[in-house]
């Protein structure tokens, strides 16, 4: 009887000892990955390796990354700020091995439509003064570097046009569902691309949209200069 009863003992710690591995595991199941949101770098490398130290992110092997939590960037690495490059050695490497996300911003995307023609032969976004001057900084830094240049735009692509993660949705501008649903891919195809960059289709739309927002026309007559100087009627 007492045999019988350290046996029955014995099968009760193991069956006790289960349900608590099992409780642990169903924890960690449930427990949400956790995300740090970042947008608009703008070529400013320094500026961000001080916000990814005062999130806790360390650097290993060369890559930022954290031992919870991921970032996601909001896209707009590129143009205005001094290092270019910079931004783009510090997010791609994290991008590429996990330790973040990112969605594609309207400047991504502007710069893949200033590199790329269409099946005429002119670029999808015209080579003109205030486009040159919007993208000067970028275009500086990859100017002896064509290899690079093609290498980033292309990495630009892969880029999504929106994330739909478990409780969370992420896109640079505006989530506009019926347009979205219409994009049906967060992809950046290469037909979309060219449709997009047509005025007045609904392709167009859609990227203006996801990318850079609701535009609403301003009364008649009204009008103001932007951060560039550029007089807006939007």
């Known amino acids: 009887n007492s045999l019988l009863q350290n046996d029955q003992s014995n099968t009760n710690v193991i069956i006790n000892n289960n349900e608590i591995v099992n409780e642990i595991q169903n924890n960690i199941n449930m427990k949400k990955q956790s995300y740090d949101l970042v947008g608009d770098i703008h070529g400013q490398a320094p500026e961000l390796e001080r916000l990814l130290e005062k999130l806790s992110y360390k650097k290993f092997d060369g890559v930022w990354k954290h031992t919870e939590r991921k970032m996601i960037f909001l896209g707009d690495f590129v143009d205005r700020g001094d290092y270019q490059k910079e931004v783009i050695n510090i997010v791609r490497p994290m991008i590429e091995q996990g330790h973040a996300l990112s969605v ?51 990495w630009f692509k892969t880029l999504p046009l929106w994330l739909d993660l478990d409780g969370l949705r992420v896109v640079h501008a505006c989530w506009d569902f019926n347009l979205i649903s219409k994009l049906n891919s967060s992809k950046l195809t290469d037909d979309l691309l060219q449709q997009s960059a047509i005025t007045g289709t609904w392709q167009n739309d859609a990227i203006e949209t996801v990318l850079k927002g609701k535009e609403i026309p301003l009364p008649d007559g009204q009008s103001f200069p932007d951060k560039d100087n550029n007089i807006r009627h939007h």
């Open 104 to 154: 594609m911003g309207n400047h991504e995307y502007n710069a893949i439509a200033y590199y790329t023609k269409d099946k005429d032969g002119n670029y999808l976004r015209s080579h003109n003064n205030k486009h040159l001057k919007q993208h000067q900084k970028f275009l500086a830094a990859y100017e002896n570097d064509s290899d690079s240049w093609n290498d980033v735009i292309n």
